[in-house]
């Protein structure tokens, strides 16, 4: 059982278009990350958010943490086929950083 | 500088053996977790690691035990593998960045229990 989940599941979409996706939980995280996992391979860091409402950017892609600290959401502007993978969420509730995952949203970006 | 490294890279086992995974961290990182991630979900937390001290487990039975070495490098062991062991297991070396932990992945072992 996933305690954060992820929406939509599957995106697919034309290189050029801007998507969302979403990271809801019913418990508050002292920090939450995403992550992006190709096939086969390890999630890697995109970034990290720890205070409620914060907004952080990285290029085309934009964070942003809920007030409460419950959700969060990715926004990426003008994807790339590039941008194609499996992005997870994973927030810690512990002061250990113990990490707990969505299920992931796949987006395809195609050319 | 290196990135996470884990050994062996792919493995096929049969049930009832016995498997032993490796993770190597990253320089300067003390802090050593484990993850299995299914087919189709996310990472599901197994342990972790401070200094060679047990500082977590997740929902996991007996059979699944780590430890921890001086090196900080670390060592996952499954006994008496099941068909449903099968998964992709992630060691994540962290760094505390004065706000929270940030977990860095490692490529993952392929396990395949036939």
């Known amino acids: 059982t996933q305690l954060l989940e992820q929406s939509p599941q599957f995106l697919s979409i034309q290189e050029g278009e801007n998507l969302t996706v979403y990271c809801n939980s019913s418990?508050?995280?002292?920090?939450l990350q995403w992550y992006r996992q190709e096939p086969g391979e390890g999630p890697v860091l995109l970034v990290t958010?720890?205070?409620?409402?914060e907004v952080k950017k990285l290029k085309r892609l934009t964070f942003q943490f809920g007030d409460a600290r419950k959700d969060s959401s990715l926004h990426i502007t003008a994807a790339q086929p590039g941008d194609t993978g499996l992005y997870l969420c994973?927030?810690?509730?512990?002061?250990?950083?113990?990490?707990?995952f969505g299920a992931g949203t796949q987006v395809v970006v195609t050319p | 500088d290196a990135g996470v490294t884990q050994s062996p890279t792919h493995l096929i086992k049969t049930r009832g053996q016995h498997v032993t995974l490796r993770c190597s961290p990253i320089?300067?990182?003390?802090?050593v977790s484990w993850y299995q991630q299914v087919l189709g979900q996310g990472p599901q937390f197994i342990f972790q690691?401070?200094?060679?001290?047990?500082?977590g487990r997740g929902n996991f039975p007996d059979r699944f035990s780590a430890r921890q070495f001086p090196n900080y490098s670390s060592e996952l062991n499954v006994n008496a593998l099941l068909l449903g062991d099968s998964a992709l297991y992630l060691c994540?070396?962290?760094?505390?960045?004065?706000?929270?932990?940030?977990?860095?992945f490692g490529p993952g072992t392929r396990l395949t229990v036939t």
């Open positions: 994540a070396s962290s760094l505390y960045t004065g706000s929270s932990y940030e977990q860095y």
């Open positions: 418990s508050v995280f002292s920090s």
């Open positions: 958010v720890v205070t409620g409402g």
């Open positions: 994973a927030g810690s509730t512990d002061s250990w950083g113990k990490l707990q």
């Open positions: 320089s300067g990182h003390k802090s």
């Open positions: 690691y401070y200094e060679k001290e047990e500082r």
